[in-house]
Each structure stands twice: as C-alpha cells, then as structure tokens.
C-alpha cells in the first residue's frame, strides 16, 4: 500500500498561470479531501468527494479553484490565473468512508510556489 | 464556524519526561483524530476516538465530545517524538477542522 501519491511534489507558477494538482487516493477508499495549509491560516478545508461525487465545496475560492474526480483511481486540483496568496501545501487526503467516523490518510502534498 | 483551540503552540521536554496537548472546542464534535507531521511532511494518523480513550505506546489520547475537548499524553519522551502534532474534529458538514498545532522538541 503506497498510500496517498500525490504529483508534482513541488510546483512553481508565475502570476496568472495555470496549475494541476494530482492525488492518487488509497485503493478502495471512497472519500478524497483536499486540504491547504499555509503558516498563517494552517490547516484549512478545501473540498471533498465521496464515490467520485462532489460532497462538499464550501472551503473552495469559488473563482479560480476547481476540483474534480473523474475515477476512483484519481482526484484533481486545478487553480486558474494563480496569485501569489495562493502559495501554499496543497494536501489530499482519503479514507474509506465518511460518516464522522473514519480515519484519514493524508498524501505528503504539493508545494505550490506562485512568483 | 466549527473552531479548535490546541495549546501550547510550542512545548519542550527533556528525554523521559512527558506532558500534555490539549484541544479545545467551539462546537460539539462527533470525533477527534491526532496526527503528527513527519520529517517529510506527511501527517501521520495516531488516534481517532468517537469517545473515551484509546492508548499506544507511549501515547494516549483522550476524547469528551460533551465537555468539548481532547487531550494527547506523551510519556517517557523521545528524541523522534519531536515534530509538530495537530488535533482535528469532526464536527458539521463531515469535515475535518484542525487545530494550530503544538511543535514539540524533546532535548537530551
């Protein structure tokens, strides 16, 4: 078990640029986070999938954050025209289920640098 | 919003000693998951409760979700246990909210 795969470990962007963010969840795990974490705000939500489908986006920018999981096997973080502000980890983590009671796994993240 | 308060932010113990983190928070939680971030970076699980205790090793972690708090213990610390730790409830809408974590140097 390989655990979460998250690529590229580290990513550097100019201003206005675009970047994909990639997470291989664990096998048979059906729900996928995305979390950011910067020094000043730390730890924060992101959006989360449960069988492939979108379950809660509240913690997304709404303008320039997408996420997707078009199969099992994978989920992407995309961030259109990307600002400095959006330099941070980017983390993704999964588990096999999501009711409150399960243990999460976290990736080692991407390290997303925007000049 | 659903809120944690983890203190201390910093902590140092010298080898063989041990202390406690604590996590404090806004709302009722259904649960609370520790992790610890290695040299990597990666956040390692070390607990979750839905309530009570659970123990490991040198380690042991408490959970009240009605007085709205958890506790870390580390006994008999060691060098490779320093490493920043962070608490995380699962609160509303089945999602994790962390705490600030606490950074922890254990010293010969």
């Known amino acids: 078990n390989a655990g979460v795969i998250q690529t590229p470990r580290h990513k550097v962007t100019g201003k206005g640029q675009e970047a994909t963010l990639w997470c291989e969840p664990i096998s048979g795990h059906s729900a996928v986070f995305w979390y950011r974490q910067t020094i000043v705000q730390g730890l924060e939500f992101l959006t989360y999938f449960r069988n492939q489908a979108p379950i809660d986006d509240s913690g997304m920018p709404k303008e320039r954050f997408s996420a997707q999981m078009p199969n099992q096997s994978h989920s992407t973080l995309k961030i259109q025209s990307t600002q400095p502000q959006d330099s941070a980890v980017y983390l993704c983590?999964?588990?096999?289920?999501?009711?409150?009671?399960?243990?999460?796994?976290f990736g080692s993240g991407t390290r997303l640098t925007v000049l | 919003g659903d809120q944690v308060e983890q203190s201390p932010s910093a902590l140092s113990l010298h080898e063989g000693t041990g202390s406690a983190l604590r996590c404090n928070f806004t709302t009722t939680m259904r649960a609370v998951q520790w992790f610890r971030k290695n040299s990597r970076g990666s956040l390692i699980n070390l607990f979750y409760?839905?309530?009570g205790t659970k123990e490991n090793g040198r380690l042991k972690s408490a959970f009240d979700s009605k007085e709205r708090y958890s506790t870390l213990h580390i006994r008999d610390a060691q060098l490779e246990d320093s490493g920043t730790y962070f608490c995380a409830g699962s609160g509303s809408f089945n999602k994790l909210t962390f705490g600030a974590g606490t950074r922890l140097a254990v010293c010969p």
């Open positions: 983590a999964s588990s096999l289920d999501w009711g409150g009671a399960e243990t999460l796994y």
């Open positions: 409760l839905a309530s």
